[in-house]
């Protein structure tokens, strides 16, 4: 009887007051003394019984259902392009490259999404990751999260197979985007969220799909050795809603995402990978405690009006005077706005680690679980759906 009770307040809890829960109880425990006022006791618990059978078979089926709603089918494809050529010197002193660049695909035509791929510097290359995204499950869901990265296995991987063991993700070279110029690409390993805006909601029907691109440049290596990458997706999804609200929140968090990973930010904090931090479950649900801080719509607008500025310069000297400005007035902003927010965030993130249970070990705290009761309603941990995903990716750079 008590895991009839039991299962009785599992089913009905999600969403419910204390208050209503109660009264639910008191109306269940009326309904189970008439039963045995007029059945009887052995009668009454038969009953008892087979309401529990019922309610077992409710919760599987609504498990089963939730489990169908949400499933993702997470493939890669890349593209390289040929190497780019300076072609002649402007007034400014700047080069160019040829407008337009053939690229080498690496999976049939037609997987590229249509989002463009610029061209690239010369000397280096243009390496396109699209990321397909295919809701093979029978709902529509929400992406609000794919956090992509990229390290290179060289020679010290190899160190590692000869060890005896397989290279690990955390065995790899990174190249971070402070890396120094002579490096692959700086910035391939610093983690990126691949949407096309903030204000594009990321919505896949069923038995539909949507491509995610990350795009990089890769430097031309002397000996026109292959390269060879292993790409990490991060990616989280929650059951499709059409509330007003839940679409603002889902906006907010987007600008907390591209907030943490801004060039102006990533100085100003110091992070060689901020968005590295949120690319794990335990990561990610400690993230959403903490990504309204960081949430700020006005840093994009500056960055938009210093790219105008800059732009509208014809002297190359001017518009690089006025790139080093906007730099400084950018990474002040963020050292006001956002790195207080940022800095109660790590904080949590030490405690976490030091934590034997990891996120889980933050619950014993008061504070902290009221704080989750909060984003709980925001975005209900039991409708997303994570995924860890890699692919290797080899690229043959010899023309």
């Not at 040929?82 to 053939?102: C, K």
């Not at 903030?198 to 995610?212: G, P, V, Y």
């Not at 904090?269 to 719509?297: C, I, K, N, T, V």
Request: aromatic share 8%.
């Amino acid at each position: 009887m008590r895991a009839s009770f039991a299962a009785v307040g599992m089913m009905l809890a999600d969403g419910l007051t204390l208050q209503e829960i109660g009264s639910i109880a008191q109306a269940f425990a009326g309904i189970l003394a008439g039963l045995i006022a007029v059945l009887g006791v052995p009668l009454a618990l038969r009953q008892v019984l087979n309401l529990q059978r019922e309610i077992g078979r409710y919760q599987f089926d609504l498990k089963r259902h939730r489990d169908a709603e949400a499933n993702l089918n997470i493939a890669a494809h890349y593209s390289l392009s040929h190497a780019a050529h300076a072609l002649a010197l402007p007034d400014d002193g700047a080069q160019f490259s040829p407008p337009n660049v053939r690229t080498r695909q690496a999976q049939a035509k037609g997987t590229i999404s249509a989002q463009p791929t610029p061209a690239p510097e010369p000397g280096k290359r243009v390496l396109r990751l699209d990321l397909t995204l295919e809701n093979v499950g029978e709902g529509t869901v929400d992406v609000l999260g794919c956090l992509v990265a990229a390290r290179e296995l060289e020679g010290q991987g190899d160190e590692v197979i000869s060890g005896g063991r397989d290279a690990q993700w955390e065995d790899l070279t990174t190249h971070y985007w402070d890396a120094s110029d002579d490096h692959l690409s700086p910035g391939l390993s610093t983690t990126k969220h691949t949407v096309y805006a903030q204000d594009a909601l990321a919505r896949i029907r069923a038995h539909s799909r949507k491509t995610l691109a990350r795009i990089d440049q890769i430097r031309e290596r002397p000996d026109g050795a292959d390269i060879y990458l292993l790409y990490r997706a991060f990616v989280v999804a929650r059951r499709s809603t059409r509330s007003f609200d839940d679409l603002r929140e889902w906006m907010a968090l987007q600008r907390a995402l591209l907030n943490a990973n801004a060039p102006a930010f990533r100085a100003a904090s110091g992070e060689q990978d901020p968005l590295g931090y949120a690319a794990s479950p335990d990561g990610w649900r400690l993230f959403l405690h903490h990504y309204e801080a960081l949430a700020d719509a006005k840093l994009s607008q500056l960055r938009s009006a210093a790219d105008r500025e800059e732009a509208a310069l014809a002297d190359h000297a001017e518009r690089a005077r006025a790139q080093e400005r906007h730099a400084a007035e950018l990474r002040t902003y963020c050292e006001r706005t956002l790195l207080p927010g940022w800095k109660r965030f790590c904080e949590d993130y030490d405690r976490m680690l030091r934590h034997a249970d990891g996120f889980a070990g933050l619950l014993g705290q008061k504070g902290f679980r009221a704080r989750e009761r909060a984003v709980e309603r925001q975005f209900p941990w039991s409708e997303q759906e994570v995924w860890t995903e890699y692919f290797y990716v080899t690229l043959e750079t010899a023309d």
